[in-house]
């Protein structure tokens, strides 16, 4: 079933860069929309960036200019590039597939965290 496999993070400095992957284990197209969500401690759970089926990307307010989402349906992935990484950036970060406008596919997380 729609398994999706994160991979990409890691520590990093404040001002420096991460690409996450996330692997599908079937086409991205059987997904309405695929999106990067994420978690840091005591927080809740918020979406970094979405796209939908046609290609079009959303984003949350305080990633835009710094993160860029992007798909390869040849490889049935979908990846987070990450620049100008903050402190605040820190969260496990989470693949996700959608699915009648209900986010129920999700993959198992990777960190970030980023030091100032």
């Known amino acids: 079933q729609g398994q999706l496999v994160e991979s990409g993070g890691g520590l990093v400095q404040a001002g420096g860069s991460l690409r996450l992957s996330c692997a599908a284990s079937?086409?991205?197209?059987?997904?309405?929309?695929m999106g990067w969500f994420r978690q840091a401690p005591g927080k809740q759970r918020e979406l970094v960036a979405s796209?939908?089926?046609?290609?079009?990307?959303n984003y949350a307010d305080s990633m835009k200019g710094r993160f860029t989402i992007s798909r390869d349906t040849a490889k049935n992935a979908v990846y987070l590039q990450m620049n100008s990484l903050k402190p605040e950036d820190t969260a496990v970060y989470y693949c996700?597939?959608?699915?009648?406008?209900?986010?129920?596919?999700w993959g198992q997380g990777t960190q970030v965290t980023v030091s100032s």
């Open positions: 996700a597939g959608e699915r009648a406008g209900l986010w129920v596919y």
């Open positions: 079937r086409s991205i197209y059987t997904f309405d929309a």
């Open positions: 796209i939908i089926s046609g290609g079009t990307t």
